[in-house]
Nanobody
Framework: QLQLVESGGGLVQPGGSLRLSCAASGVTLDYYAIGWFRQAPGKAREGVSC????????DYADSVKGRFTISRDSAKTTVYLQMNSLKPEDTGVYYC?????????????????WGQGTQVTVSS
């Protein structure tokens, strides 16, 4: 059973940066596409970014393009989400998810494995 653990969330001022990490417990992520999702209070979970198992393909929600960057480490154990120029509307719980059978997707229903989430709050 694949287990995912997110870290790196916190409180940051508008315009600041954070780097989120998604690590797999006990296994590598070689064969898994990874997605980052977020959920604000009272809102549906939305796709933020995703990366293919090879790392060669990525996608971003329009709201974060040019500000967020997804990447995989060379050891294939961790996926990162670098978030720059953060805005208050980026506030929410951020989740990473993995799936072995999707190429890459911003749709939550495509993913079978989920982490517990990490809180990101952008506020002055």
């Amino acid at each position: 059973q694949l287990q995912l653990v997110e870290s790196g969330g916190g409180l940051v001022q508008p315009g600041g940066s954070l780097r989120l990490s998604c690590a797999a417990s006990g296994v590598t992520l070689d064969y898994y596409a990874i997605g980052w999702f977020r959920q604000a209070p009272g809102k549906a979970r939305e796709g933020v970014s995703c990366i293919s198992s090879s790392g060669g393909y990525t996608d971003y929600a329009d709201s974060v393009k040019g500000r967020f960057t997804i990447s995989r480490d060379s050891a294939k154990t961790t996926v990162y989400l670098q978030m720059n120029s953060l805005k208050p509307e980026d506030t929410g719980v951020y989740y990473c998810a993995a799936d072995r059978w999707t190429n890459w997707s911003l749709f939550p229903d495509e993913y079978d494995y989920w982490g517990q989430g990490t809180q990101v709050t952008v506020s002055s």
